[in-house]
């Protein structure tokens, strides 16, 4: 059985008004391959959020506004067929 060697990184801003640092992104690696890329606000997923195989093909790439899933989500489950895609919309 072959381990997962799983590390990941945090990006962090300095808050001129707070002097705090605040997490803005994180990326994650499996065996030093990049296997998942994510940005924060407030603690919680904005903007693009992408996962890939291992073998570098796109896994999956969501959009996120504070949280909240919203814009185009496509997902590739197999390593070569595109599995589906669709557009989510927030509404207030």
Request: no cysteine.
């Amino acid at each position: 059985m072959q381990t997962t060697d799983r590390k990941f990184y945090n990006f962090f801003v300095l808050d001129e008004k707070t002097s705090q640092r605040q997490l803005i992104a994180r990326e994650f690696f499996e065996n030093d391959v990049l296997v998942e890329r994510q940005f924060l606000h407030k603690g919680k997923k904005h903007g693009v959020h992408q996962q890939w195989h291992i073998n570098g093909q796109l896994k999956a790439e969501e959009q996120y506004s504070i949280g909240v899933m919203d814009g185009l989500f496509h997902s590739n489950k197999e390593i070569s067929h595109p599995l589906h895609q669709l557009n989510i919309v927030l509404q207030l």
